[in-house]
């Protein structure tokens, strides 16, 4: 059986191109470049790498990108207060807060002071319930870059048992209501799910997203399954055993390679999106 790798780096730079189009436009038009805040609390290092990729991605695309870095001794009211001085300031496009902040912050409330048009990441419980709903809503970039991969490859979901190990709000919850609204029968497994491998046995598609390397094993997996692991652990270790998965699968995405660099690119899509959507609402009002 010839195995297809789905190669996030084809479908990211597809992205970028379309964004770096779409971005010059827009500034000819109107003089200035989207711009994308993220907002970092504290120095942890993996924190600092990421956002670095998505400023270098900024750049590539001509997009502005500013930092924002809030000491971890602050407390959850100066990080909404960092908020609402975004949401109030036209010049940025799109806001991001760098998952995970301080851990005696409310994260939850700081993701919700996001404002929706701003929130280009899809952390917003309002976000959260729009696409459920399958209205327009800016999605979690990392569901987004699941389904764009799935759309690139042309994986046909529809009637297909997808199983999702992983429950996160910001991950295997969302990416599960994705495939729901494309017809997919969806089953929900996490790290307590007893008996995991009989519903691993039964999935056509198989989405990762655990956060434990090398979690699911080739021998849970039926013939011809198609892997999407969203997983990404030190070492850069996916959540699936891919050495022993390989024999199962149709199709798999690796890693690095695959859901990551599609995950900044559609944060920057969707921040190229908000600029779009902003300039129309004010021309409507005009």
């Known amino acids: ?6 190669n996030g780096k ?5 992205l970028e191109e379309n964004i770096k189009i779409r971005a010059q436009k827009f500034y000819e038009k109107y003089g200035y470049k989207p ?81 929706v048009h701003k929130d280009v990441d899809g952390v917003n419980t309002t976000s959260f319930g729009k696409m459920t709903m399958a209205t327009d809503a800016f999605l979690p970039a990392t569901p987004a870059a699941i389904m764009e991969i799935l759309n690139f490859y042309n994986i046909e979901l529809e009637g297909k048992h997808a199983v999702v190990v992983g429950r996160s709000p910001i991950l295997g919850k969302p990416v599960s209501m994705l495939l729901l609204n494309h017809n997919a029968t969806v089953t929900i497994c996490h790290s307590k799910t007893k008996n995991l491998q009989q519903y691993l046995k039964l999935a056509d598609i198989v989405v990762a997203a655990v956060g434990q390397p090398k979690f699911i094993k080739g021998e849970d997996l039926k013939e011809g399954v198609i892997i999407v692991d969203a997983g990404y652990n030190k070492g850069n270790i996916g959540d699936v055993d891919m050495e022993t998965c390989l024999d199962k699968a149709s199709a798999y995405t ?21 600029a779009e959507n902003n300039k129309i609402k004010k021309l409507i009002k005009k």
Request: proline share 4%.
């Open 1 to 6: 059986m010839e195995i297809k790798i789905l």
């Open 254 to 274: 690796p890693v690095p390679g695959g859901v990551g660099p599609v995950t900044i690119a559609k944060l920057l899509d969707q921040t190229m999106t908000a």
């Open 35 to 115: 711009c994308l805040a993220t907002i970092i609390v504290g120095h942890n290092p993996a924190s600092e790498m990421y956002i670095k990729m998505k400023m270098n991605a900024c750049n590539r695309v001509g997009l502005d990108a500013v930092k924002i870095e809030i000491d971890e001794q602050a407390d959850t009211q100066d990080v909404l207060d960092v908020i609402e001085q975004l949401n109030n300031n036209d010049k940025i496009t799109g806001i991001l807060l760098q998952h995970p902040i301080a851990k005696h912050m409310d994260e939850r409330l700081c993701f919700d002071s996001i404002a």
């Open 10 to 14: 084809a479908v990211a730079k597809q």
